[in-house]
């Protein structure tokens, strides 16, 4: 595609369910990120992968929150058993092979817990 | 973001320069990077300056880098009503391969 899709763009959830969320990044980038952006912070990385493996994930909180990417496109980012303090913006980003001239965003998912 | 520090808000007026600032704290930061957010949009990459420069002009946008104090602006020259929006800087990690960002500086242009 032409840039990074994110769906869907606002989820909201009750607290204990588990969602799922997905991220289409461009046509041929190698390297795809997760991060977190609570309110009225800057985006937090969650994790990296490169192909099909997660070359990073570090940034993960807890056990609760896992991401697969099984073909090296699609993303989906899968929160367990979520909580209120879950409710953030979740952006992905894609570049061509994880280099570092700067990633391209997607306009994110608004997770919100209730 | 704890580690790359911005001013919370800055307020122009419209066509005054605008200048936003950033210190970072890893000397082995490669490339540091200047990205835009808009209410309910995602981040759109201004601009990046390699650690070797300490100047890079784009259009109306200039970067300074001080390597030495670990200090990065963005300067925005003739500042209009649509540069009101967020702005990020962030830092590439040598060896990690991950962003870091900023908490984000809040850039309000008023007429």
Not at chain 1, 34 to 55: H, K, M, V
């Given at each position: 595609g032409a840039g990074v899709s994110q769906t869907p763009s606002n989820k909201v959830t009750e607290k204990g369910k588990y969602v799922e969320l997905r991220c289409d990044p461009i046509s041929g980038h190698t390297a795809l990120y997760?991060?977190?952006?609570?309110?009225?912070?800057?985006?937090?990385?969650?994790?990296?992968?490169?192909?099909?493996?997660?070359?990073d994930d570090s940034g993960l909180p807890n056990d609760r929150f896992f991401a697969v990417r099984p073909e090296g496109s699609v993303s989906t980012l899968k929160i367990q058993r979520t909580e209120r303090g879950d409710s953030a913006v979740y952006l992905c980003a894609s570049s061509l092979d994880g280099s570092n001239y700067g990633y391209t965003f997607g306009s994110g998912t608004r997770l919100t817990v209730v | 973001g704890e580690d790359?520090?911005?001013?919370?808000?800055?307020?122009?007026?419209?066509?005054?320069?605008?200048?936003?600032?950033?210190?970072?704290?890893?000397?082995?930061?490669?490339?540091?990077?200047?990205?835009?957010?808009?209410?309910?949009?995602?981040?759109?990459?201004?601009?990046?300056?390699?650690?070797?420069?300490?100047?890079?002009?784009?259009?109306?946008?200039?970067?300074?880098?001080?390597?030495?104090?670990?200090?990065?602006?963005?300067?925005?020259?003739?500042?209009?009503?649509?540069d009101s929006a967020i702005y990020f800087c962030a830092e590439f990690r040598w060896g990690t391969d991950k962003l870091i960002f900023g908490t984000g500086t809040r850039l309000q242009v008023f007429p």
């Open positions: 997760w991060y977190r952006q609570s309110l009225g912070q800057g985006p937090e990385f969650l994790i990296y992968f490169q192909g099909t493996g997660a070359a | 790359v520090e911005q001013s919370l808000f800055l307020s122009v007026r419209e066509g005054d320069s605008s200048v936003i600032n950033c210190t970072y704290t890893d000397s082995s930061s490669t490339y540091l990077y200047w990205y835009k957010q808009e209410p309910g949009a995602g981040l759109q990459l201004l601009t990046y300056i390699f650690s070797n420069m300490d100047m890079k002009q784009d259009q109306r946008l200039t970067v300074l880098l001080n390597k030495k104090d670990k200090h990065l602006s963005l300067r925005i020259a003739d500042t209009q009503t649509g």
